[in-house]
């Protein structure tokens, strides 16, 4: 598959990450000189931050071309994806000179405010111009809002869903879309209690990241409000909380004027919150606790967290194979290093049994065999740590069986660090086949039996 990328900024640079890390090919177009360099950035930071969402490895990366004109671009892509600045007339040409080259792929337009009638006039194909509005960074955020004829969104959303993100159909052409207009009224509100020297930006950003954000995270907002309306649920909260919204609390229809004064000091109170670091050390920043904060999520199968679950069972499976057998491969997340900057060693633990579990599901012992009460329990492993192993390095496990025979299951693994080959831990892990009903080991059935000692005289060979 192939995208075009018109303009390559945070967020056309964002875009194009998204695609490559999931396999496509990619054309981007810019004439910024400096185009080339800032992609490069975004694209270090998404390679080490997105792998890190899975348990398992992304599509090979699909080559990037930098190229000289948008025609050469978008000619013969699946899909192209136009985020250059939003000046209506500058979107209006660049989707004429697009129709001129390309009149089959969905045309997906990163804009934040303008609605798709708008930037479809004059096209004699308007109809395959969509909204597809992300949220940066576009490589780590899932949601995608998508706003236009409903066979284009389709398609579209079936081309993003693969992408591991999560296509939002908004219901009618509405200025903002849906998450700006929430992120407009906070906005808004911020400004005038910066402007009226009631908070900082720190202190409002404070405010949101130390309470409200957290629960928006998880839950939204509809949702962490029924939960404040007790056993009476959504209702109750309304009816008792409702009353309020008619305080003049707020100032959501007005804006402060955006005076030299007011800049100044919002520039200056930024700076003095977080100008030590640079863009590059928050954009890293942002990235690691995003991922660890996607991460639990996952684990939990939660808001965004489903998603990307949902998208790593798409991706295909490792199929073990050979001797020794490639059990893991994997990006090591930032959530698994400890204060010293090296990965735990209880992380450790957890590559074994996740490879012990490949090769269980390998030999038949899967989830259908353990619905039916039988599995396998890990009773030793001997791990030697024998280099240091960092957040964002590729590995692989090597995993050999040395003995398979009756109840027991020995195993060899060897953790190596992909761009060298160098080992960089191992383990030898005994497994005993047990019975779930008794909890005490028993013999595994005939046929899982069979597998294994075919399995143990190969690699013994």
């Not at 800049?263 to 100008?275: E, L, N, P, T, Y």
């Not at 991706?315 to 010293?340: C, E």
């Not at 957040?391 to 025979?405: F, K, Y």
Request: proline share 4%; with cysteine.
């Amino acid at each position: 598959m192939r995208a075009a990328i018109l303009g390559g900024g945070v967020i056309g640079g964002g875009w194009a990450a998204r695609f490559l890390l999931n396999g496509w090919d990619v054309a981007v177009f810019d004439p910024d000189p400096e185009a080339e360099r800032k992609i490069g950035e975004v694209l270090d930071n998404s390679r080490r931050a997105l792998p890190m969402l899975y348990e398992t490895r992304l599509p090979a990366e699909g080559q990037l071309r930098f190229v000289d004109s948008l025609e050469e671009a978008v000619t013969g892509v699946d899909y192209i994806q136009e985020s250059v600045p939003e000046t209506i007339d500058l979107k209006r040409n660049v989707y004429g000179r697009i129709e001129a080259a390309n009149r089959d792929a969905v045309i997906g337009s990163s804009t934040s405010g303008f609605k798709p009638s708008e930037l479809g006039e004059g096209l004699e194909t308007s109809d395959r111009l969509i909204v597809a509005h992300p949220f940066n960074p576009v490589y780590l955020l899932p949601l995608v809002e998508l706003v236009g004829p409903s066979v284009a969104t389709d398609k579209a959303a079936g081309l993003l869903r693969g992408l591991g993100m999560y296509p939002l159909t908004v219901r009618a052409e509405i200025d903002a879309h849906i998450a700006d207009r929430l992120l407009e009224a906070v906005w808004r509100e911020a400004l005038w209690l910066v402007n009226d020297g009631v908070a900082t930006t720190e202190e409002i950003d404070a405010a949101i990241r130390m309470g409200f954000g957290l629960r928006w995270a998880q839950m939204g907002l509809f949702e962490t409000y029924r939960i404040a309306g007790g056993e009476g649920g959504m209702a109750h909260f309304v009816r008792q909380f409702g009353p309020a919204l008619k305080w003049p609390w707020t100032k959501l229809m007005d804006v402060p004027e955006l005076s030299d004064d007011l800049v100044d000091r919002i520039g200056q109170q930024s700076d003095a919150q977080s100008g030590a670091l640079s863009i590059r050390e928050l954009e890293r920043l942002r990235d690691r606790n995003l991922v660890a904060i996607l991460r639990a999520l996952k684990r939990e199968g939660s808001a965004a967290g489903q998603v990307i679950a949902d998208h790593e069972r798409s991706l295909p499976a490792i199929a073990p194979s050979g001797a020794p057998m490639v059990t893991i491969d994997r990006v090591i997340p930032s959530d698994w290093t400890d204060y010293n900057g090296h990965m735990n060693e209880s992380r450790y633990g957890q590559l074994w049994s996740d490879a012990a579990d490949v090769v269980m599901a390998h030999v038949g012992a899967d989830e259908a065999y353990v619905a039916k009460g039988l599995s396998y329990f890990t009773v030793e492993t001997v791990t030697t740590f024998l280099a240091e192993t960092h957040a964002g390095e590729h590995v692989q496990c090597e995993t050999r069986m040395t003995e398979g025979a009756g109840k027991k299951l020995r195993l060899f693994h060897e953790m190596k660090r992909v761009s060298d080959g160098e080992v960089l831990a191992s383990c030898a892990q005994l497994l005993i086949h047990v019975s779930l009903e008794t909890r005490r080991s028993c013999a595994p059935e005939p046929d899982v039996l069979a597998r294994i000692e075919a399995l143990a005289r190969e690699h013994g060979a």
